[in-house]
C-alpha cells in the first residue's frame, strides 16, 4: 500500500483550499523534500514577513504530477497547472500567518485521533499504519501535514461561520420547504423476509412467518433468513433494503417501519404478495431527540498568577470541609468560586447536558449521586466542588430540527463566503509573486 495515496485521500476529504483544479493537492510531499539539500533555491512569492520558496513549489508540483498522471478526462494546460499550485502555495502560508497571529493550535492528541481516523479508514490500527509510516520515513513530515492541515481547517471554519448570518426566518422557511422535510427525516435500513403465497389460506405460510418472527426476535440474522430461499419446504424471499427515507420504502413498509425503533421487528403482517416480516436494522437523521440533562451547582477555584496550584487546591478543600460543617453552599459559591457565569445564582449551572461543558467535567457529574456534593475534584478547568441536584431526559427535538437546519443552509453559504473572504485577505495583505522564478 503506498503510503501517500492513503493521506492524499484523507486529505482530500478534507481540506478546502479554494484554489480550482487544486484545491485538495497534498499538503505533505514539501516537508520531505525540504528536508533535502538543494544548490541554489528561488523566491517565487513575499507573502507579508514570510516567502514561498522553489524547492516547496518542486517538491508538491511532482505530486501533482502524479496525481494528474493519474486524473480521469483532460486536464488544464502545465501551464495554468503551476500558476495555479503557486497561487495555492500563497494562500496557505497567508493563511498559516494569520491563524499564528491569532492563535490557533492544535494538539498532539487531535493529530493522533486524526491517524487513527486514517488508519481505520484503510483497515490498519494505530500501530500499524504508525510503524508504516515510520518504515519509509514519513511518520514526523504526516504529523506535520496533518497539523498544518488542522489549522488551516480550523482557522477558515471560525473566520468564515462568523461572517455568516442564517435568520430565524430562514430557518422556518427552509423547514418548511420539501427540501427541509426531506432533508431531516430520518433513513432506515431496513431489511424483510417475504412468504410469498395465498394470505387467505390459513396453512404453512402463516406458520412459517410465525415462526421466523420468533427466530428474528430470538436473534436470528432476518438477512441469512431470506437468503435461504426455502424454509421448511415453503419458498421466501427479501433481504437488506439498505437505507431508505420514508417516501423511499415499499408501500406495504411505509406504515410499519416509522413505528419501529432500532433493533425491532415487526409482527408478521400481509398484502397482496404474501406474508411480511420486518426488522430496522439501523436509524439515522432524523430531528427527535431526548437528551440526559443535569441540573449541578458547582465552585470553581483555578490557579492564577497570584494563587498557585497548591493554594487552589488548599482552598478548594476548605472551603468543601465548611460546607460539609453546615454553611451554605450558595453563599461560600458567591463569595468565592471563579465562574464568573454561576456566581450570582450561587454556583447554580441550571440544567446542563453533554457537549456543554468539558467532558471532563460532565464525566464526574455523570457519576455523581444525586443530592450528594462530591469531595473536590481537578479537572482541565480547574478545581471543582459539585452538587447534582437532579436529573432528567429532555425532549429537545424542535431544538434539534432547528440546529439541523441552520447547520445545512449555513453548509449551503459556506464555499461562497470562503471564495470571499479569500480574496478580502489577499487583496488586504502584501504579496509579490516573483513569476520570473516560476519559470526558471
Known amino acids: ?79 495554468e497547472v503551476r500558476k495555479q499550485l503557486l497561487d495555492q502555495l500563497i494562500m496557505e502560508n497567508l493563511q498559516m500567518q494569520l491563524a499564528r497571529r491569532a492563535g490557533v493550535r492544535v494538539d498532539d492528541n487531535q493529530i493522533n485521533q486524526a491517524l487513527a481516523a486514517i488508519a481505520q479508514q484503510n483497515n490498519l490500527n494505530y500501530d500499524q499504519f504508525t510503524k508504516l509510516l515510520q518504515d519509509q520515513g514519513l511518520y514526523q513530515p504526516t504529523r506535520e501535514g496533518i497539523r498544518k492541515e488542522l489549522i488551516l481547517g480550523n482557522f477558515q471554519n471560525g473566520a468564515v461561520n462568523r461572517r455568516i448570518n442564517i435568520s430565524r426566518q430562514e430557518i422556518e422557511n427552509y423547514l418548511r420547504s420539501e427540501a427541509g422535510e426531506a432533508a431531516i427525516a430520518p433513513e432506515f435500513r431496513v431489511a424483510h423476509v417475504l412468504i410469498p403465497g395465498d394470505i387467505s389460506a390459513t396453512g404453512r405460510q402463516r406458520e412459517l412467518a410465525n415462526l421466523i418472527y420468533q427466530q428474528v426476535r430470538d436473534g436470528a440474522d432476518i438477512r441469512q433468513l431470506a437468503s435461504q430461499r426455502e424454509i421448511s419446504g415453503v419458498p421466501v424471499s427479501g433481504g437488506d433494503l439498505g437505507w431508505l427515507k420514508v417516501e423511499n420504502l415499499p408501500t406495504v ?70 460546607i460539609l460543617a ?72 424542535e431544538q434539534n430540527k432547528r440546529y439541523q437546519a441552520e447547520q445545512i443552509l449555513r453548509e449551503r453559504k459556506f464555499e461562497n463566503e470562503l471564495q470571499n473572504w479569500l480574496t478580502e485577505i489577499r487583496d488586504t495583505n502584501y504579496i509579490d509573486v516573483k513569476e520570473e522564478n516560476l519559470a526558471n
Request: charged share 25%; glycine share 6%.
Open 1 to 79: 500500500m503506498a503510503v501517500s495515496s492513503v493521506i492524499t485521500l484523507h486529505l482530500c476529504t478534507r481540506l478546502r483550499a479554494g484554489c480550482g483544479v487544486l484545491a485538495a493537492l497534498l499538503l505533505l510531499a514539501g516537508s520531505v523534500a525540504l528536508a533535502q539539500p538543494v544548490e541554489l533555491d528561488k523566491v517565487l512569492a513575499i507573502v507579508n514577513d514570510d516567502v514561498v520558496l522553489k524547492s516547496e513549489f518542486d517538491a508538491r508540483w511532482t505530486q501533482v504530477q502524479q496525481q494528474l498522471a493519474n486524473a480521469q478526462g483532460p486536464v488544464p494546460p502545465e501551464a
Open 326 to 397: 453546615g454553611e451554605d453552599f450558595a453563599d461560600i459559591a458567591r463569595q468565592n468560586t471563579d465562574d464568573p457565569n454561576s456566581m450570582v445564582s450561587g454556583g447554580d449551572l441550571e440544567w446542563i447536558s453533554r457537549g456543554m461543558l468539558p467532558d471532563d467535567f460532565l464525566a464526574k457529574v455523570a457519576d455523581a449521586e444525586i443530592g450528594k456534593i462530591l469531595p473536590p475534584f481537578r479537572v482541565s478547568t480547574g478545581w471543582h466542588i459539585i452538587e447534582v441536584m437532579d436529573e432528567r431526559m429532555q425532549d429537545v427535538t
Open 253 to 322: 413498509f411505509a406504515d410499519v417501519v416509522p413505528m419501529l425503533k432500532s433493533g425491532e421487528v415487526s409482527e408478521p403482517f400481509t398484502s397482496s404478495s404474501g406474508h411480511h416480516i420486518v426488522k430496522v436494522i439501523e436509524t439515522r437523521g432524523g430531528s427527535a431527540m431526548q437528551v440526559q440533562q443535569f441540573r449541578v451547582r458547582h465552585i470553581l477555584i483555578k490557579p492564577t498568577e497570584i494563587r498557585t496550584e497548591q493554594q487552589a487546591e488548599a482552598l478548594v478543600n476548605d472551603l468543601y470541609r465548611r
